[in-house]
């Protein structure tokens, strides 16, 4: 229901009228009503029942007539608290079918971006922003709507009220509120630029409490390090600078209404007093006059603060719709939720071809002029300083940017023009980062291979190879225990054993290009050593990519690539890069010596 197109005020309301017409209609009628209820009827029903609660104590009627104005009054205030009520339910209902409808667009959009923007902080926080406020905002926007309508229908109900006695009151409000409203809508866009300031601050005094402070990764650093009371300082340094942001934006805009509330009291006390001239001369009830007077002080202490919480909430939803433009603009990548093709693709060769590359915002070339051959069946690995690229050049082949200069091609065919199933079903990957899944065993292993049901024995098959059966034996339940701590029958797992975890994922995947970055850092040697044994065997017809600062695993490889700067520098087997006493004879040589 989302289209990309730019989003403006009236859209705050249009989306909830597409969404369910007849409860934002039936909302709206309400909240007018209850306008003209909360002033006419009880502007009237006020002054029937003082007028012949008068006549009752001046002997004029019999007691028992008070009953019916007194009834009357008491069913105007019952039914006014009704619709109240009413009008709670109606923003509830309104708010779970927008958040039904709104939601899984926002989220499919969300898993649809592309992943250059995934690296973005700029749009992480505007998606962040969208995905956590826009239900919130609209309906507040809706709110601030009605509320800005009941107002205006308020005020044209007292001032018809007052039309006939006191003309001049009439067009002094009437002149008045325009100023008045103009200044509310002011002050409520100043408390939202405020909260615009002071965000950036929120959201980090938000990360060092959620993330740091209390988070369960950082516990054993934390208390080893006892780092608490420094971070707890950052928390207050941040929180104390978005809290002055706000304050001194929240004082001015206190006194504003301040002010606008004596200076309406006033206005309402000169109403009121020059109310007394016809009542005297009898061309006012005073029933009528009690109900004026009340109707008109209570709408001047309310309107001030009314209409700039009304006005602060219409900001706060018109930048939500400008996020929304921007969020809807954003690139998607095609296919990105499809699952991969059911059969997977036949690999013959893959080829960069001077591949230029450069992160979005960056200024400098990650890879530069990068060319290689990769031929079915055989193994590769990838060796590198920290931050020379390997693990860019792997983005690059799983398709996760596609703006680069050069050619990447596989079987010949620019790796830009395959269908993201199609490249999905081509490679299978063990990040560095690999993710640590809080659901069963088995379901995290069978997430490599969605395109097929996996049997418990494809599952078995791999957790061997791994070297995780033992591990699984000791388990409550087996395959089936749940993992981490969202469930209390949870186990959690040593980071090597969950490093064996994803490779096993990854081995369960038919994809006929293994892709493997740092896949053993955090196993023991015992663990390493056997998972290279079985990958010899595992490996045989597939082929591998590698990348690992373990040199031992590298002489596994056919060709070994060595990468500085972005660069390839230096290519060929173990033995011949031994020979040629290289960047990766030095690194080979060095790592050597640590154990002798
Ligand atoms: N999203 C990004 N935006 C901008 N620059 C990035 C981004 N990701 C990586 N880089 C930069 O690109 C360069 C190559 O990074 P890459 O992750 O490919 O290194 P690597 O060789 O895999 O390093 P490591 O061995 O530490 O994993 C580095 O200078 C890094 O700072």
Request: aromatic residues 10%.
């Given at each position: 229901m989302l289209k990309t197109r730019k989003y403006k005020w009236i859209d705050i309301l249009r989306i909830p009228f597409e969404i369910s017409p007849l409860l934002l209609v039936a909302f709206v009628l309400l909240e007018l009503t209850q306008a003209l209820i909360s002033t006419f009827a009880i502007v009237f029903a006020t002054s029937f029942f003082v007028d012949t609660a008068f006549a009752v104590i001046a002997d004029e009627?019999?007691?028992?007539?008070v009953y019916a104005p007194l009834g009357a009054l008491l069913g105007v205030v019952a039914i006014s608290n009704i619709f109240d009520h009413l009008l709670g339910l109606l923003q509830s209902r309104l708010k779970i079918v927008i958040e039904f409808k709104l939601e899984p667009t926002i989220l499919d959009t969300r898993a649809s971006l592309k992943y250059k923007y995934i690296e973005d902080s700029d749009t992480c926080e505007l998606v962040e922003r969208l995905s956590e406020g826009i239900v919130e905002n609209m309906l507040n926007g809706v709110r601030a709507f009605t509320t800005v309508a009941r107002s205006i229908v308020s005020i044209a109900a007292i001032l018809s009220l007052i039309l006939t006695q006191v003309w001049w009151a009439t067009i002094l409000i009437a002149i008045l509120s325009i100023p008045l409203l103009w200044m509310s809508l002011k002050a409520g866009g100043k408390n939202y630029n405020a909260w615009m300031e002071a965000w950036p601050y929120e959201r980090r005094f938000s990360y060092y409490s959620d993330?740091?402070?209390?988070s369960r990764e950082a516990t054993q650093e934390r208390t080893l390090f006892g780092y608490a009371d420094y971070i707890v300082n950052l928390h207050g340094e941040h929180f104390e600078i978005a809290r002055k942001i706000q304050e001194k934006v929240a004082i001015r805009t206190k006194m504003a209404m301040e002010a606008t509330g004596i200076f309406m009291s006033v206005i309402a006390l000169l109403i009121s007093f020059t109310l007394i001239k016809p009542v005297i001369a009898g061309t006012l009830n005073p029933g009528m006059f009690m109900g004026i007077v009340a109707a008109v002080f209570t709408m001047a202490t309310s309107i001030g603060g009314t209409l700039q919480e009304a006005a602060k909430n219409l900001s706060y939803a018109k930048r939500c719709m400008d996020d929304l433009t921007a969020f809807m603009a954003l690139d998607l990548q095609e296919g990105a939720t499809d699952l991969p093709d059911k059969i997977p693709p036949v690999f013959e060769r893959l080829s960069f071809k001077n591949v230029w590359f450069k992160y979005?915002?960056?200024?400098?070339?990650?890879?530069?002029n990068v060319s290689f051959d990769i031929e079915v069946g055989n193994h590769f690995a990838f060796v590198g300083a920290n931050g020379s690229g390997k693990t860019t050049i792997i983005k690059l082949l799983t398709g996760?940017?596609?703006?680069?200069d050069g050619e990447i091609l596989i079987n010949g065919k620019e790796l830009r023009t395959y269908e993201a199933s199609t490249l999905k079903a081509m490679f299978s990957v063990v990040y560095q980062d690999f993710s640590r899944y809080e659901i069963s065993l088995a379901d995290n292993i069978a997430l490599g291979n969605t395109s097929e049901n996996v049997s418990i024995e494809d599952i078995h098959k791999v957790t061997d190879k791994v070297a995780l059966t033992d591990t699984i034996t000791n388990l409550?339940?087996?395959?089936r225990t749940p993992l981490g701590k969202i469930d209390k029958d949870g186990s959690d797992l040593s980071g090597g054993q969950w490093q064996k975890v994803a490779i096993a994922r990854s081995l369960i995947s038919p994809a006929p290009i293994k892709i493997l970055d740092e896949?053993?850092?955090?196993?023991?040697p015992i663990a390493e050593s056997r998972i290279y044994q079985e990958f010899e065997e595992l490996m045989r017809g597939k082929t591998t990519i590698f990348i690992s600062h373990r040199l031992g695993s590298t002489k596994l490889a056919n060709e070994i690539l060595v990468i500085e700067s972005g660069e390839i520098t230096e290519r060929g087997t173990h033995n011949k890069l031994i020979k040629m006493r290289g960047v990766y004879a030095k690194m080979f040589e060095l790592q050597r010596r640590w154990y002798e």
């Open positions: 009627l019999i007691v028992s007539t993330d740091i402070l209390t979005p915002n960056a200024e400098n070339y990650a890879l530069r996760l940017y596609d703006v680069y409550k339940d087996g395959l896949p053993t850092a955090a196993l023991d």
